[in-house]
């Protein structure tokens, strides 16, 4: 079997097994949606003051809901299931296969960006239809695309690199959600950075890849300035993750 056969395979039981445990998936689904609600609803009649532009936070969240539903699917979901699939034995059997190991890591990269493009669309559906939010056109969407691949498999990356550091399944949701929960609320997903936000957390923000990622994916919602180095700064992130992965990423369980 050639080797995209088997990656086409690959694929489609990675969509298989995620669809076939319901709760994961709606609720993967459910949590930028629930939170693009709640925060509207608290807060929807407000203005935040961005950079050259002043937003609603109805919109504002829109686009932050968005960011969050693609960190969640290929850095918080990827990072707990390679975790799982370690601990249980999966990875160790799947080094007896015919599948490599690239053609499997490759799989679950590709099914991450496919839920979290589809996480994306439904949430920006949400936003036009409730929230008259503005949608990506022209320009913007081959920015905002670009910023999305890039951005996805970055987290992507990443998951699989702290992977490593995770001594087991059970330790998982707290190591990926005190990772990840911080840097989330420093870099506007959850509460607005606006041109009044302190400087020290701006400046602790550009330090990550949230922060740039946060950035670029609002500039094709909200209009505000798209700046190609936060995607070189995202990218640069990404090819980090790639070689700390290939150094720590483990395929058996610990001892």
């Known amino acids: 079997m050639t080797s995209a056969r088997l990656l086409a395979r690959q694929i489609r039981y990675a969509n298989l097994s995620f669809w076939r445990n319901p709760t994961s998936a709606f609720f993967t689904f459910a949590f930028p949606l629930m939170f693009l609600v709640i925060f509207t609803s608290l807060l929807g009649t407000g203005k935040v003051q961005l ?8 919109t504002y969240y829109v686009a932050a809901m968005a960011t969050y539903g693609v960190v969640s699917a290929c850095f918080s979901n990827l990072g707990m299931t390679l975790t799982f699939h370690r601990d249980a034995g999966i990875l160790k059997r799947l080094r007896g296969t015919p599948l490599s190991r690239a053609t499997y890591l490759a799989s679950r990269i590709i099914h991450a960006i496919a839920v979290a493009i589809a996480l994306v669309a439904v949430t920006a559906l949400l936003g036009r239809t409730a929230y008259h ?26 998951a699989f690199a702290i992977s490593g550091a995770i001594p087991n399944a ?12 911080p840097l989330l609320f420093l870099s506007g997903i959850f509460i607005p950075l606006g041109t009044n936000a302190p400087a020290w957390i701006l400046w602790v923000a550009r ?6 990622f946060v950035v670029g994916m609002q500039s094709a919602f909200l209009g505000t ?3 190609w180095s936060d995607v070189g700064i995202v990218a640069l992130w990404g090819v980090g993750g790639f070689l700390v992965a290939r150094r720590a990423f483990r395929w058996d369980p610990p001892r």
């Not at 950079?51 to 109805?58: E, H, K, Y």
């Not at 999305?148 to 987290?155: E, I, M, N, P, W």
């Not at 330090?207 to 740039?212: A, E, L, N, S, Y």
């Open 207 to 212: 330090v990550f890849p949230v922060r740039h």
């Open 225 to 227: 300035a798209f700046h």
């Open 170 to 181: 059970e330790a998982a949701p707290a190591v990926i959600n005190a990772t990840i929960m």
């Open 51 to 58: 950079p050259g532009r002043t937003v609603s936070l109805s």
């Open 133 to 158: 939010a503005t949608l990506p056109t022209g320009a913007s969407l081959g920015q905002f695309a670009a910023m999305l691949v890039v951005g996805a498999l970055t987290f992507s990356a990443l």
